[in-house]
Antibody, heavy 122, light 107 residues
Framework: EVLLVESGGGLVQPGRSLTLSCTAS????????ISWVRQAPGKGLEWVGF??????????EYAASTKGRFTISRDDSKSITYLKINSLESDDTAVYYC?????????????WGQGTLVTVSS | DIQMTQSPSSLSASVGDRVTITCRAS??????LAWYQQKAGKAPKLLVF???RLQSGVPSRFSGSASGTDYTLSISNLQPEDSATYFC?????????FGQGTKVEIK
């Protein structure tokens, strides 16, 4: 069974940094790109960015709204993906989902984690 | 970035009805489009991808189609468990984008 489990969310003060983790199981983690998607309370889905598999360079892409403050990385030996967010702002308050891209390129998100809530507030 | 304009933002229909949701892409996306269903308090679930391919386990009352840059999700024989918010997403560009979502309510 494919599972994605996010962790690391919580209440954080504006301006601080936070690293979210996504631990995967049930599939060959290193073969797949991993994306992050967030959802502010009562709002729609916002694609944050993704990281390709190492076979495709392990490179990353980001939404314009997240580029610069967000960094996605992966540790294939541990089947974990990380999302680091710097200089947190109140608009970063959201549930953050880790997702698996269905295949190596241009593919939908076929498995989702349960999400982890990040609340940015003083 | 490619913009996905989804409509309507909400709709209400009765059990057994057929409903349609549309996403218009701001440029060609060559059918690299998916639809997701999100029930209240849950993570989204992949329903349809590459316009019309059903994800495993998705009931056949869900279907997708395309015309130019317009992409449509149809739900025939609407069921109570279809009450949810539906999102489209393009994955043509390396910067992926979602539509704003359509909330489907059952009368």
């Amino acid at each position: 069974e494919v599972l994605l489990v996010e962790s690391g969310g919580g209440l954080v003060q504006p301006g601080r940094s936070l690293t979210l983790s996504c631990t995967a199981s049930g599939f060959t983690f290193g073969d797949y790109p991993i994306s992050w998607v967030r959802q502010a309370p009562g709002k729609g889905l916002e694609w944050v960015g993704f990281i390709r598999s190492e076979a495709y360079g392990g490179t990353t892409e980001y939404a314009a709204s997240t580029k610069g403050r967000f960094t996605i990385s992966r540790d294939d030996s541990k089947s974990i993906t990380y999302l680091k967010i710097n200089s947190l702002e109140s608009d970063d308050t959201a549930v953050y989902y880790c997702t698996r891209d269905q295949e190596f390129d241009r593919s939908p998100l076929d498995y989702w984690g349960q999400g982890t809530l990040v609340t940015v507030s003083s | 970035d490619i913009q996905m304009t989804q409509s309507p933002s909400s709709l209400s229909a009765s059990v057994g009805d057929r409903v349609t949701i549309t996403c218009r892409a701001s440029q060609g996306i060559s059918s690299f489009l998916a639809w997701y269903q999100q029930k209240a308090g849950k993570a989204p679930k992949l329903l349809v991808f590459r316009v019309s391919r059903l994800q495993s386990g998705v009931p056949s009352r869900f279907s997708g189609s395309a015309s130019g840059t317009d992409y449509t999700l149809s739900i025939s024989n609407l069921q109570p468990e279809d009450s949810a918010t539906y999102f489209c997403q393009q994955f043509y560009s390396s910067v992926r984008t979602f539509g704003q979502g359509t909330k489907v309510e059952i009368k």
